[in-house]
């Protein structure tokens, strides 16, 4: 599952290179795109952590957004990060909620590198 707020403005060419790969839409939205192509990413690096399909994932996306990412093959992990659009987290207890904004913590480069080589993913 992805929440996501802002723009990815490269969504059409990942879209159209996760179709090649088989991947079906239901939705013209860039939040599909988003989550099809944490699967694909999954799919690929199965022994990945939760942390590094997001990390892979974002490398590859364009725009300003916050996003949050929860998946039934990660349970008890939540997985939140941003580009240019502020993340903000709330976290309730039984008498009250209580809000602010988190750091990201960002490998660059790395888990990107280790795609390129095993297969094209658009840039």
Request: glycine content about 6%; charged content about 25%; proline content about 4%.
């Amino acid at each position: 599952m992805v929440v996501h707020n802002g723009i990815i403005t490269n969504y059409r060419e990942i879209k159209e290179y996760l179709k090649k790969k088989g991947h079906q839409f239901e939705s013209e939205t860039d939040t599909e795109v988003i989550a099809k192509l944490a699967q694909h990413i999954h799919d690929l690096y199965p022994d990945f952590s939760f942390r590094q399909v997001v990390e892979v994932v974002i490398q590859q996306l364009e725009g300003a957004f916050a996003l949050a990412f929860k998946s039934s093959k990660f349970p008890g992990q939540l997985v939140a990060t941003r580009r240019g659009s502020p993340l903000l987290v709330g976290i309730k207890s039984n008498s009250r909620l209580q809000t602010n904004y988190f750091p990201v913590l960002f490998s660059r480069g790395k888990f990107f590198n280790l795609v390129l080589a095993r297969e094209e993913v658009p840039t």
